[in-house]
């Protein structure tokens, strides 16, 4: 099994940014996918942030992140970053971190195809 936990959530101005960080333990080694999700009220769970561990840290953005975000991973302290930066209110959001351990040609995009999670850290931009 593998555990996430989330830190680094909080509330901040519009334009300004937040680093998100995940530790996974556990099986972290046995992971191929990690990614940050993000869950706004009364919206679906949505995929932010894809690291492709098995593609030499591939990664991809949903449009709405693109040039604002950026997904790391620091390996030897198995942890996974998410840089945000020219916060706007619709980032608001609960922020999760997930893991697959399964084997893909890419990561997915879908929540329902992630077996690990962590409990969410709160975004809030005003």
């Known amino acids: 099994d593998v555990q996430l936990v989330e830190s680094g959530g909080g509330s901040m101005q519009t334009g300004g940014s937040l680093k998100l960080s995940c530790s996974v333990s556990?099986?972290?080694?046995?992971?191929?996918?990690l990614a940050w999700f993000r869950q706004g009220p009364g919206q679906e769970r949505e995929a932010v942030a894809l690291l492709d561990l098995d593609e030499n840290g591939s990664t991809s953005y949903a449009d709405s992140v693109k040039g604002r975000f950026t997904v790391s991973q620091d390996s030897a302290k198995n942890i996974l970053y998410l840089q945000m930066n020219s916060l706007k209110p619709e980032d608001t959001a609960m922020y999760y971190c997930a893991s697959d351990n399964r084997l893909r040609a890419t990561c997915p995009g879908s929540s329902g195809q992630y077996r690990g999670w962590g409990q969410g850290t709160q975004v809030t931009v005003s």
């Open positions: 556990g099986d972290a080694g046995g992971q191929y996918c």
